[in-house]
């Protein structure tokens, strides 16, 4: 392979890798909204959504047991350089039986 073409072939892989790893928050938060709506039913059971979840790679989840409410976050959703990144924080609200009636969704920009 010539100068030239390797070094052509290297910046096509290094685009198509940077490209891949860049995610539109409000699409991913859109994305989620759908599913959430789609899979999670009012009245569903809290181990069910604690199944969609796993299921959704979303494994940063914890209950809170006086308030009733699934905390969830997605790090890394979108970065930039290396000081600032988003994510998608979730709250998930459960009735006194744990049955499933609302949630909220918000993106975050955290700075280091």
Not at 14 to 26: F, H, N, T, V
């Amino acid at each position: 392979m010539t100068r030239w073409a390797r070094a052509l072939f290297q910046l096509a892989f290094a685009s198509i890798a940077l490209l891949g790893c860049l995610r539109d928050p409000d699409t991913v938060e859109r994305d989620l909204r759908n599913q959430i709506q789609q899979e999670l039913p009012i009245g569903t059971d809290k181990s069910q959504v604690i199944s969609f979840l796993r299921r959704h790679n979303i494994g940063e989840f914890v209950y809170g047991e006086k308030t009733r409410t699934i905390y969830a976050k997605i790090r890394d959703v979108a970065r930039w350089r290396l000081e600032f990144a988003t994510e998608i924080r979730l709250k998930f609200y459960f009735d006194e039986t744990e049955k499933f009636t609302s949630y909220e969704a918000e993106q975050v920009l955290i700075g280091f």
